[in-house]
């Protein structure tokens, strides 16, 4: 399983129209996409703290690339005018052998 790991801080005011617009709109692109599993959004516990991560999970490093290199601008594009800095995004190979019961409940 492949991972991205995106690391960003979104407007103070723009947390609602955050998740709206990742529902709305990035979700369903996402969903059509080529070996995707699932994204993982975390958001801050303190409520003055705006730096959220998401990851997305990816059956393999090869979809991933694909979707990064074809879709990924587009849905940059719809995120920039919520963003505080830019979208940091770092690849990840997620080792399966630690999280078998993570692995099994991705594949029911």
Not at 14 to 31: D, G, N, S
Not at 81 to 99: A, D, G, H, K, S
Request: include cysteine.
């Amino acid at each position: 399983m492949f991972a991205r790991v995106l690391d960003f801080e979104i407007k103070p005011d723009k947390k609602e129209e955050f998740v709206k617009l990742v529902k709305a709109e990035i979700l369903p692109i996402l969903k059509k996409q080529v070996g995707f599993l699932e994204i993982l959004p975390f958001m801050p516990v303190d409520a003055k703290q705006n730096r959220w991560f998401t990851i997305s999970l990816w059956t393999r490093r090869d979809d991933a690339t694909r979707y990064e290199k074809e879709i990924y601008p587009r849905v940059h594009d719809l995120l920039k005018p919520l963003m505080v800095t830019p979208i940091n995004v770092q690849p990840y190979v997620l080792e399966t052998r630690l999280c078998e019961h993570f692995v099994e409940t991705m594949a029911a």
